[in-house]
């Protein structure tokens, strides 16, 4: 399949998913599905605009769609806390990361052009990835039964997603940016990323519905009144 129309399908799926997903989150107010929705627009966004804008890393524009993808990972992992009501960073550290985020771009792209631009931006979205990943893994050691498997199967599409991040980071350290966008390497991390949109999208929702059975369990065994 055409790169251009992987990366296209790609962008919808995140486009309908993160559509859903704020959709959903303004019926469950501070579940965090907010923070996914969004994040997921972001980087649908960054993914339309990048194939705008092709792989020159020296336009000034690619620095607002990488700023949305590193966002949008930062977004992703807020809203996972936020979903178990589990403390988040303040705002002004989010800020303060996609600002040093902002400066070594601007630095990768001033020493090594568009392979220093796509090697720190694949290797910094690697990282949050994993992050990300651990982060469901831990949770769901700390969740009741029925939230474990979805919390286990959130952390291996974001594992997958980060192995093969990092992956492309290391490939673009070895042969460039010339098969950024060919080649069976290309076909396979965006045809993953895609289905990876996908099943994460269903995988939030299974989250919610476990939680809602859970609230309804919960008020089915105490009085409404005295919460007895």
């Given at each position: ?44 966004g960054a993914y339309i605009g990048r194939v705008a804008l092709g792989a020159n ?60 631009r796509h090697v720190l931006l694949n290797g910094t979205l690697g990282v949050a ?38 992956g492309r980071a290391g490939r673009i350290v070895l042969v460039g940016t010339e ?50």
């Amino acid at each position: 399949m055409d790169p251009v129309t992987v990366i296209l399908i790609l962008g919808l799926h995140l486009c309908s998913s993160g559509a859903l997903m704020l959709l959903v989150g303004r019926s469950m107010p501070g579940s965090g599905l907010g923070h996914w929705g969004s994040g997921g627009l972001l980087v649908a966004g960054a993914y339309i605009g990048r194939v705008a804008l092709g792989a020159n890393g020296a336009a000034p524009a690619v620095l607002l769609l990488d700023l949305a993808m590193v966002s949008a990972a930062l977004l992703f992992t807020r809203g996972l806390r936020a979903f178990f009501r589990r403390t988040t960073v303040q705002v002004e550290w989010y800020v303060a990361i996609v600002a040093g985020y902002a400066l070594l771009h601007l630095w990768a792209v001033a020493w090594l052009g568009a392979q220093g631009r796509h090697v720190l931006l694949n290797g910094t979205l690697g990282v949050a990835y994993a992050v990300l990943s651990v982060a469901a893994w831990v949770e769901s050691r700390r969740q009741v039964a029925r939230l474990r498997l979805p919390l286990r199967v959130l952390g291996a599409l974001m594992g997958g997603q980060a192995l093969l991040t990092l992956g492309r980071a290391g490939r673009i350290v070895l042969v460039g940016t010339e098969q950024l966008f060919t080649g069976l390497h290309a076909q396979v991390y965006y045809g993953f990323s895609s289905v990876t949109a996908l099943l994460l999208a269903l995988t939030l929702l299974w989250m919610v519905f476990e939680r809602l059975h859970e609230r309804l369990a919960e008020q089915a065994t105490h009085d409404a009144l005295t919460g007895l």
